[in-house]
T-cell receptor
Framework: AQSVTQLDSQVPVFEEAPVELRCNYS??????LFWYVQYPNQGLQLLLK??????LVKGINGFEAEFNKSQTSFHLRKPSVHISDTAEYFC????????????FGKGTTLSVSS | GAVVSQHPSRVICKSGTSVKIECRSL??????MFWYRQFPKQSLMLMAT?????????EQGVEKDKFLINHASLTLSTLTVTSAHPEDSSFYIC??????????FGSGTQLSVL
């Protein structure tokens, strides 16, 4: 079974500052990793995903994440945040077998203020 | 791109009534669909996995007689919350997997039971 730990429940930052949202996972098999963003009262939007290949993954809205197998981490980063980045961010994992579900972390609330 | 349509987006019902939520894959055949629920400011919890033409697989702690899942075709899965009670109030989200293992989410259904 897989599990995901998002180390920070809330991350407050000022506009234009860099941000890192931390995610660690646990799995006995190879995994795929994802970051989703959820705005209030809305569904999920995929930011980026790691399936294989380059460990540095670039996503939408200027976000990127790096897969670190030795540290079992998949931290999300953005060099300069905007007010509009305020949202809930979820890290998710699934194994590489067909038909398996995503397992989500508890989420990190990113609050960007001016 | 692939789209998953979830309907209704919001429903209010009286305690004791049943509510049906539909999840449709609009331009692809979904080999597997997943149902999640999300309480306010919490993560998405997997409820069940459904494959077309077979019984759904429920996660531990999810009452299969209360949350009826039907996956009658490759483009439609339904979740029926039977005899709903206020504690069933939640945000329900479906997701569907394509044949090449791409995953898409519906926009969610906010259920409020009075």
């Amino acid at each position: 079974a897989q599990s995901v730990t998002q180390l920070d429940s809330q991350v407050p930052v000022f506009e234009e500052a860099p941000v890192e949202l931390r995610c660690n996972y646990s799995s006995s098999v190879s995994v795929y990793l994802f970051w989703y963003v959820q705005y209030p009262n809305q569904g999920l939007q995929l930011l980026l995903k790691y399936l294989s290949g380059s460990t540095l993954v670039k996503g939408i809205n200027g976000f990127e994440a790096e897969f670190n197998k030795s540290q079992t981490s998949f931290h999300l980063r953005k060099p300069s945040v905007h007010i509009s980045d305020t949202a809930e961010y979820f890290c998710a994992v699934r194994n590489n077998q067909a038909g398996t579900a995503l397992i989500f972390g508890k989420g990190t609330t990113l609050s960007v203020s001016s | 791109g692939a789209v998953v349509s979830q309907h209704p987006s919001r429903v209010i019902c009286k305690s004791g009534t049943s509510v049906k939520i539909e999840c449709r894959s609009l331009d692809f055949q979904a080999t597997t669909m997943f149902w999640y629920r999300q309480f306010p400011k919490q993560s998405l919890m997997l409820m069940a996995t459904s494959n077309e033409g077979s019984k759904a697989t429920y996660e531990q702690g999810v009452e299969k007689d209360k949350f009826l899942i039907n996956h009658a075709s490759l483009t439609l899965s339904t979740l029926t919350v039977t005899s709903a009670h206020p504690e069933d109030s939640s945000f329900y989200i479906c997701s569907a997997t394509t044949e090449n293992e791409k995953l898409f989410f519906g926009s969610g259904t906010q259920l409020s039971v009075l």
